[in-house]
């Protein structure tokens, strides 16, 4: 095979393969209301975003309990070494500097675990210390073989043990939070697709209306040849005409920002971003009951504002017991048992190991306040009786709101029916006008009148469509609840 053939099949294959992409790139792509939903929740950079989030307060969540689990941790120094002069005080009094030259390394390893009921913790403890002295070639070892020992606060306020009760309901908050991170993108892309549906619905009113204009301008003209017609209502379909296009070219322009915002939300890219949409109107409206006691039930057990009156009525709890406890008598007790010893050899440390006891209690009480830790708890408990007044007062306006949304997708269910008889009448009854008029049996104003008319129908019946879709989204949203399916959104 030549040369030359070979090179013509590469550039037949590189042909085909542009026409392909480009007949596919040009192929509109028809889109419903329930794809570009799910379109949204995948590759949406607000979707995205949401999912972030989620890992973040799940290891955020897997760090808190961590702390509670026992710790292992080695620390110390290694090396230590000091060259340097030290005064030192001479049996006459006066002082002399020495020259100092060595090294005091250390090793700590210890196991601690915290007790969140009492919110002290106890630990574990082996650890050794070396001590090179370069002045005088001695080398010194020290250490602690093993020891157990405890800190316990007395009398203070446990924050381990509020955060035990606090986290677990904050982590279910922020997954609930996530969830409904997702639905909000689906409310969001809804209201953009139907600003690009009804941008495109006023185009086919415009496209048609042109279409219509310009075939009964002609008519009107050949009307006024016979002497059917009038100048005025010439010039009258002229100027209708006139105002056609340039409703024609307006309406353009909004259809291709419309899609141009729907697209960018969505994240489509690459070859898809020069596709045109055509979006389906979503007329087929499934047939299902929202219970008003259900709705409240499934938003009070799902929604994040939901948990998050427990979380603000135990956080206001807490603080007034740091309040009352902070106030009084703050004690801590340290202690600790264990074997020590020292030597020359490492080895020297675990021979005949001496007792190591060390106990401590440490207190503070204010005895004179001037009243100020009174103010402080008094502070407090108002605060308490100010939370409780405003989560009841949240819990009001909750349920408002999901009565609301009910009644309101019930009423938008009937509107749509409602609209969408109108646009069918509208539609017939400017047919038959436009056949009258060409029977010379109507006049230019009332065939207007019907154009007007079928055109505000239609938009009505698209708008009406638009506040149902929204409506029904924004209550899945409210409720975290599937209607349709009696189940709960994941």
């Known amino acids: 095979m030549s040369h030359d053939l070979i090179a013509v099949r590469k550039l037949v294959m590189v042909l085909a393969g542009w026409l392909t992409w480009h007949i596919a790139v040009a192929q509109p792509q028809l889109l419903t209301l329930e794809e570009t939903v799910l379109l949204a929740k995948q590759q949406s950079v607000a979707a995205q975003q949401v999912r972030t989030q989620f890992k973040t307060n799940y290891w955020k969540y897997r760090s808190f309990l961590a702390d509670y689990k026992p710790q292992l941790s080695l620390d110390g120094y290694l090396p230590s070494f000091t060259r340097s002069y030290t005064q030192v005080t001479q049996p006459d009094g006066t002082i002399n500097f020495v020259p100092i030259s060595?090294?005091?390394?250390l090793l700590n390893l210890a196991l601690t675990q915290n007790i969140p009921m009492t919110g002290g913790s106890v630990f574990v403890q082996k650890q050794l210390q070396r001590f090179d002295d370069f002045q005088r070639n001695n080398t010194l070892y020290n250490g602690i073989p093993f020891a157990v020992g405890i800190q316990q606060p007395l009398f203070r306020f446990n924050t381990m043990k509020w955060d035990r009760k606090i986290?677990?309901?904050?982590?279910?908050?922020?997954?609930?939070?996530?969830?409904?991170?997702?639905?909000?993108?689906s409310v969001n892309?809804?209201?953009l697709y139907f600003d690009l549906l009804v941008s495109q619905v006023n185009l086919q009113i415009a496209e048609k209306n042109r279409s219509n204009n310009d075939t009964l301008y002609k008519i009107a003209q050949e009307k006024m040849k016979l002497g059917k017609l009038s100048q005025n209502d010439l010039l009258q379909l002229q100027l209708g005409l006139l105002t056609a296009q340039k409703d024609l070219a307006s309406a353009r322009q909004t259809a291709e920002v419309a899609t141009l915002k729907l697209k960018t939300y969505?994240?489509?890219?690459?070859?898809?971003?020069?596709?045109?949409?055509?979006?389906?109107?979503?007329?087929?409206?499934?047939d299902f009951t929202v219970d008003m006691a259900t709705a409240l039930k499934q938003a009070f057990s799902n929604r994040s504002a939901a948990i998050a009156f427990r979380r603000r009525k135990l956080e206001a709890d807490r603080d007034l017991d740091k309040?009352?406890?902070?106030?009084?008598?703050?004690?801590?007790l340290n202690a600790a048992f264990g074997l020590s010893n020292r030597?020359?050899?490492?080895?020297?440390?675990?021979?005949?190991?001496?007792?190591?006891?060390?106990?401590?209690?440490q207190f503070t009480l204010p005895i004179m306040t001037w009243g100020r830790a009174q103010a402080r708890t008094e502070t407090a408990r108002a605060n308490q009786q100010f939370a409780e007044q405003a989560i009841e007062q949240d819990k009001l306006t909750f349920e408002q709101e999901i009565y609301t949304?009910?009644?309101l997708l019930q009423m938008l269910r009937q509107q749509v029916k409602l609209t969408a008889e109108a646009?069918?009448?509208?539609?017939e009854r400017y047919q038959i006008a436009q056949n009258r008029f060409l029977l010379s049996d109507l006049s230019v104003t009332d065939l207007g009148i019907a154009t007007q008319e079928k055109d505000r129908a239609r938009r009505d019946y698209i708008l009406a469509l638009r506040d149902y879709w929204q409506a029904y989204y924004s209550l899945r949203l409210l409720t975290l609840y599937d209607f349709e399916r009696n189940e709960k959104l994941k």
């Open 266 to 286: 969505i994240g489509y890219r690459d070859q898809t971003s020069s596709r045109s949409l055509i979006l389906d109107i979503p007329s087929q409206l499934t």
């Open 189 to 191: 892309v809804t209201s």
């Open 343 to 361: 030597g020359q050899r490492p080895t020297d440390i675990y021979r005949q190991p001496q007792d190591r006891e060390f106990l401590e209690v």
């Open 405 to 407: 949304q009910v009644t």
């Open 323 to 332: 309040a009352k406890r902070d106030n009084g008598l703050n004690a801590t």
């Open 423 to 427: 646009d069918k009448i509208g539609s």
């Open 102 to 105: 060595n090294n005091n390394s």
């Open 167 to 185: 986290e677990p309901i904050r982590y279910q908050e922020s997954n609930q939070q996530a969830i409904e991170g997702l639905e909000q993108v």
